[in-house]
């Protein structure tokens, strides 16, 4: 079972990542899925005429047990932000963060206010910013087919789960490579 499974909800959390998992994820996506600095600034650096952020949700919601879980959180509401990555108008990147409102305090309340803003580009601009842990896991690529044109059938797509820490206070980012996008070869 990935822990990522969006259809159900479900989430398992994954052993800490050992070299014989890093071992086990095909290039070129272990490249980017280690990679410790944006993915934004990454995905536009291969793009050669548009990327953009297509917001599908950015609502309060109740995040699942994992993800709580994973943001050593108790029950509380989170502004949930689920975005597609378009590099060159390929959806590249499904992306689902977990902002919760015990961690949206004092400057990190611009979180809010993203829009189409990517993500990252607050994030890594913030002097305060930690990474902390990381998860990575392969999962079915039609659990996103509801907000793709091309349905997905048997693919499987490589993701993370991040921990990221703002002044302190804990958010979670999932970023999912769809199939259709081979960074290394667009
Ligand atoms: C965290 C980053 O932000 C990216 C942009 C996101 C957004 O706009 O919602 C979500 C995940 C990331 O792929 C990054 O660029 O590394």
Known sequence: MPFIDFAHQTWQPKPVLTDECMKS???PYR???????????????????????????????????????????????ASIRE????????????????????????ENRELLELGERPLGEFLFNQPSLKRGQIEIDELP????NLHLD??????SAWGRRSQFFLNGKAISVCE???????PELM
């Open 150 to 155: 091309r349905p997905y059938k048997e693919e």
């Open 25 to 27: 994820i095909p290039e």
């Open 31 to 77: 490249s980017w899925l280690l990679d410790s600095g944006s993915l934004t600034q990454r995905l536009k650096s291969m793009c050669t005429r548009q990327f953009r952020v297509k917001v599908l949700r950015h609502e309060w919601g109740v995040p699942s047990r994992s993800e709580l879980e994973f943001l050593g959180c108790r029950h509380e509401m």
């Open 176 to 182: 999912v490579f769809l199939p259709e996008y081979n």
């Open 141 to 144: 690529a039609c659990q996103f």
């Open 83 to 106: 975005v597609l990555l378009i590099v060159d108008d390929h959806p590249a990147v499904f992306a689902r963060s977990v902002l919760p409102a015990s961690s949206l305090t004092g």
